[in-house]
Each structure stands twice: as structure tokens, then as C-alpha cells.
């Protein structure tokens, strides 16, 4: 956490007043809405009221009247516990979630699972700022215009790769593509991506995925089997948890910097499969997943709950 931020702790039993963690001496707290009012506390106080949608930091400000001030705080803070006000279990965030959504190619209802990303994080409270790419058709061999920019990343929190596009080869494009996720932009990873540009010679794709893999086994409702239960992208996922029908993911390497969340256990040979997972790419934060082929995997509230978490872990935002 960057010095000056707030850090919220809640206190039993209320669930509705947080503890501040003073800076020092002398400086003071400030609350800055989304409108632009700000207003100043001398720190030493040590509880205080919250609503939704407020970003805190501090400023110097040492001519505030500490006894005006304590007595607005404590107000406030009484007219808080009688009107029952509620803390979000995730802290706000002062700026909406930048995500490049880039989507196409083979096999996929990509329109549905789109909306259906979109409904999740909207359900989720979580605000987003959404630019979504589809293009290159419904074949599996394709090569964007979007790619063609150096900056085609720059500015968006995460890139959301849900394109298939297996047959694509060009190691120059390619590199377009992992070279500026090796440089910081962070990345969700979602299904067919794994096999996009399987047919590449290079393995900069599956490096920046953190996991290789060609082929896939059947559909069926997969178990799913918690393997890193203190990562907080699986904070509450359910220990009797079935897949929607979906496909199993042969996956033929873990690459170093991936950790591996969760697992399921092929039909066929009874081999675990990992099925979430995270990974660094340089200086990228990746996580994936091999599930999302179909609609009802779309529509499975426990996935994108999962999805949902795993990109704010790859943006670095705060998880309840």
C-alpha cells in the first residue's frame, strides 16, 4: 500500500466502523469525494465513518481547530452507527477499471460472453471503463490492425485476451502482442487463448500465457479442486464446486513463474489439468483460466465471480 492511503480494518461487531492508520504527528486525513469536496481531520482520531465511493489520503493542513474538528467527527461518526450505515467489504476505488477487452475468432459466442463480462463486473460493483476489439473474423487465422500500434496497451489497467486464433503464426505479430505485456501491461487470459497461435514456432505466447497447451478433452462438468486456498483470487470459491459443461484443457507445461490456483482431474486418464492459475510475464501480471467455452460457463456465477477477482488481482486493485 502507497504511504498516505487509508487502510480499513474492521471492527467486530458493528461491520460498519474502520480504524485509521495514522501517518505521524501533525498531518491530517483528508476525504476526497468524487465531486471534489474535501475535507480535513487531524489524524490522533481514531475511528470514523465511511460510505461507499470515497478515496482517502492524507494532506498538511496543521491549522485545522482540533477541537472543531474532533466534535464534527465524533457527529458524524454517532449519526453513522444510528443510521446503520454499511462499510464495503472492497475498498473504493478513485478511478474506474480500465480493461481492453480483445475478442474473435473460432468456435465462441464471443458477443454473449462479452455482455456477459461486462454484467459481472457491473453486478460485482465494480465501475469499468470497457473498450472492446473484435475483429479477424470467425476463422482461426488471423492478424489484427490492432496490434499494429507500439502503444496498443497503453492506458488500460488490464487486457482481457479471449481471441482464438490458432493457425496464426507470424513470429512478428506475434511479439507485438507479448512485447508490451512483458513490459508491464497485465492480462486475463480466458480459454481458446491458450490455444491461440498454437501453430507458432516461438514460445513468447505460452510464456506470456504460463502455460502450454494443444488440445483439449471432452466436454463434461468438470470438478474443481482448490490447490492455492490463501491466494485471494480464490478467497470463498466453493470446495463441492462443478463446472458448467466445458471443455478439459491438456495442459503440457507449468512455466516457471506461474502458480498454479486450482485443478481438475481428467475423465480419461485421471491426470490433474491445471484450470486457474497466475502467472509474471516480466514486468505483466497474467491470470487465466482454461474454462469459458460456453455459454453456460458464461453464465456460472462462481466463474466469473472468479474472473472478476482474478483481473482485479492482475490490475493490482484491492480484493475483499
Known amino acids: 500500500m502507497p504511504r498516505g492511503w487509508v487502510k480499513w480494518l474492521p471492527l467486530e461487531p458493528t461491520g460498519f466502523v474502520s480504524r485509521l492508520v495514522p501517518w505521524g504527528e501533525g498531518e491530517v486525513i483528508g476525504i476526497d469525494y468524487a465531486k471534489g469536496v474535501t475535507v480535513g481531520f487531524y489524524w490522533p482520531l481514531s475511528v470514523l465513518f465511511r460510505f461507499g465511493g470515497i478515496a482517502m489520503k492524507p494532506f498538511s493542513l496543521s491549522a485545522l481547530v482540533r477541537p472543531a474538528v474532533k466534535s464534527l467527527v465524533a457527529g458524524l461518526l454517532v449519526l453513522a452507527i444510528g443510521c446503520g450505515l454499511a462499510v464495503p467489504g472492497r475498498a473504493a476505488e478513485t478511478e474506474p477499471l480500465k480493461l481492453l477487452l480483445v475478442t474473435g475468432g473460432c468456435c465462441h459466442n464471443y458477443r454473449f460472453q462479452a455482455l456477459a463480462m461486462e454484467e459481472a463486473f457491473r453486478d460485482a460493483g465494480v465501475e469499468v471503463k470497457w473498450t472492446v476489439v473484435n475483429e479477424g473474423g470467425n476463422g482461426t487465422r488471423a492478424m489484427i490492425d490492432l496490434y499494429d500500434d507500439p502503444d496498443w496497451a497503453a492506458g488500460y489497467d ?50 506470456f500465457l504460463g502455460v502450454t497447451s494443444r488440445h483439449h478433452e471432452h466436454q463434461s462438468r468438470y470438478g474443481v479442486d482448490v490447490v492455492a486456498s490463501d491466494h485471494p483470487v480464490m478467497a470463498g470459491f466453493p470446495a463441492d464446486y462443478r463446472s458448467p459443461m466445458d471443455e478439459l484443457y491438456i ?13 481438475s482431474t481428467s475423465e480419461k486418464t485421471g491426470e490433474k489439468q491445471p484450470v486457474f492459475w497466475t502467472n509474471r510475464y516480466g514486468k505483466g501480471r497474467v491470470f487465466g483460466t482454461t474454462y469459458g467455452h460456453s455459454e453456460d460457463t458464461f453464465a456460472d456465477p462462481v466463474f466469473l465471480r472468479t474472473l472478476v477477482r482474478g483481473t482485479l488481482w492482475a490490475a493490482g486493485r484491492t480484493l475483499d
Open 158 to 207: 488490464v487486457v482481457i485476451h479471449n481471441e482464438c486464433f490458432a493457425d496464426t503464426d507470424d513470429s512478428d505479430y506475434i511479439r507485438k502482442i507479448t512485447g508490451p505485456h512483458q513490459a508491464g501491461a497485465n492480462a486475463v487470459v480466458i480459454h481458446c487463448a491458450m490455444h491461440t497461435y498454437r501453430s507458432a514456432k516461438i514460445d513468447d505466447w505460452r510464456e
Open 251 to 263: 495442459i503440457e507445461k507449468v512455466w516457471p513463474n506461474t502458480t498454479v490456483l486450482a485443478t
